[in-house]
């Protein structure tokens, strides 16, 4: 094996007169060269984030069959990638969290010794990269130089995780340049676990989507370091994204006081031009892509993408939350998303954007189940074969994604790329709920707000609705992404409050998924969840009113604006509709979901419990 410093990168500036190799970082090219002595690439590609290699290594990818060019007439420089058809989600009972200790990993995530691992893992990459380059990747999250911003790099040997990591982070030179002065970033390895040569030096041939049966998605909390074996799928594979954004920076936000969360980041303008920041936590498919996109329904009112997915919030000089969207692209799931639904997201893909698992139309263009009212007569399925309305099987995978720049919205903010983030008036939570939690309510502190966050839960539309017991809890939509012992994040969000003190953001629970007695949804959501944000800006204002409940504060009879709305006044007493009972068994499975957690549950949160069932019973 001969490892060069040959680079794509260095091709294609040459090619337009640079000469730029990668990085002169020594610890950097250190570890590069440990890992590439690990894995046996044949060789090194030093990727610089140009458009030049992004157009090499499409070329190259077409060349090979990994990715399908679509018409450019209907979707300019757009690609389809037909993923292994085992390889098509991220893999919860493979991802790991090998803290030191077992209980900082906590009873939710799944936790393996770090030396054992360790030592697993070395087995497992050993030659995993034979007979392919070996791309290194330098990318910033958040504003290159922000100072909420954290770099990384990652080294993968697939050309599809270069090209989704160049949409979805800032990637490139520029972020060496960071490194030599001397920033810290975190350690990323990725192996799709496909040699092309094995062990005796037999080469074998490509595949169009290499991965290996058996998946690894690791996260070291303690040296900040993730490897990833065996996908080339989304949030397996783009480290940058779940493993790094969220598992790891959330524990780098426990030690350095800050917060990394499962989040959208909207912008705000009332009518009068104030402008506000909200940040709201949903499950995944519970609508944060819908919120970050939202087309206000009410006159007047603005609302601007920030970010769909994640967010990084910290205290600035001022005491008040300050927000980033670390990321650079959308990430989407692509079912579902159509011109009705989210109109703004079907404007960002308008070019520029890579489909993976979305079915092919005869005139190369895509579909996906919910894009357009009527279904083409003919498709290729995300598994490449025909596909008819008759065929009884979806046409698009239904986890099939899109990967675009966010610069691509037609609503992105003007100040989405702000250095410092931007200051959070509101933050959101809420899930899927079918009975019992109201379209909005206000918490009546930050402590209770974190109760509220603490404890979402979804309910699945297939499973039987409206008995309690159907609870999926989902606390702080971060069930898979907590990179540590939840309830230490409860703590440490207990903390952050304190810290804040009075220039912390209000916190609502929002649910837009109230179901009626015939099982049909009783808010119309989408759009209409502007009325809600207006009424949320309104309290934040001090101009509205509110009610105590048990639970928190509802809009007072008249303070949320339904004109125009076809609602009975028997539907909007269901929506805000807080039944005792009910409430009561879930303070009963709440108690039960805490115990697992035992005494590291924050004092505070069980107060809030017992607080909420005195209410309850007395209010
Ligand atoms: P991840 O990207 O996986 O983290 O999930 P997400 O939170 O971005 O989910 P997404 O926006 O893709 O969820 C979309 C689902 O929520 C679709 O089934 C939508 O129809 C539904 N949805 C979004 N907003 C609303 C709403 O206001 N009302 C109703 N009834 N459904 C909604
Ligand atoms: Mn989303
Ligand atoms: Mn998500």
New binding site residues.
Partial sequence: MTISDFSIGTDASAAVGGTRRGTTDPELIAWVNEIAALTKPDEIVWCDGSQQEADLLTKQMLAEGKLIKLNPEWRPNSFLARTDPGDVARVEDRTFICSTYEEDAGPTNNWRDPHAMREELTHVFDGSMKGRPMYVVPFSMGPLGGHISQLGVEITDSPYVVLSMGIMTRMGDAVYRLIEAGEPWVQTVHSVGYPLVDGVGHRRSDVEWPCNETKYIVQFPDSREIWSYGSGYGGNALLAKKSFALRIASVMARDEGWLAE?M?LIKITSPEGRAYHVAAA???????????MLRPTIPGWKVETIG??IAWMRPGDDGRLYAINPEAGF???A???GET??PTAVQTIWGNTIFTNVALRDDGDVWWE?LTDDVPAHLIDWQGNDWTPASGRPAAHPNSRFTVAAAQCPQIADDWEAHDGVPIDAILFGG?RATNVPLVAEARSWKHGVFMGATISSEQTAAAEGTVGELRRDPF?MLPFCGYNMADYWGHWVKMGRLLGEKAPKIYQVN??RKGHDGS?L????G??SRVLEWIVRRVEGAADAVETPIGLLPAPGALDIAGLDLSDDTVEQLFDVHRETWLAECDLTEEYFAQFGDRVPAALNAELASLRYHLKHQ
């Fill in positions: 499962h959208l949903f499950p995944s498919a519970c609508g944060k892509t819908n919120l970050a769909d997915d990430f989407g799931v079912p579902g998303t639904t989210n919910g899927r939509a837009w998924f949804f808010w119309p959501g989408f209409e969840n």
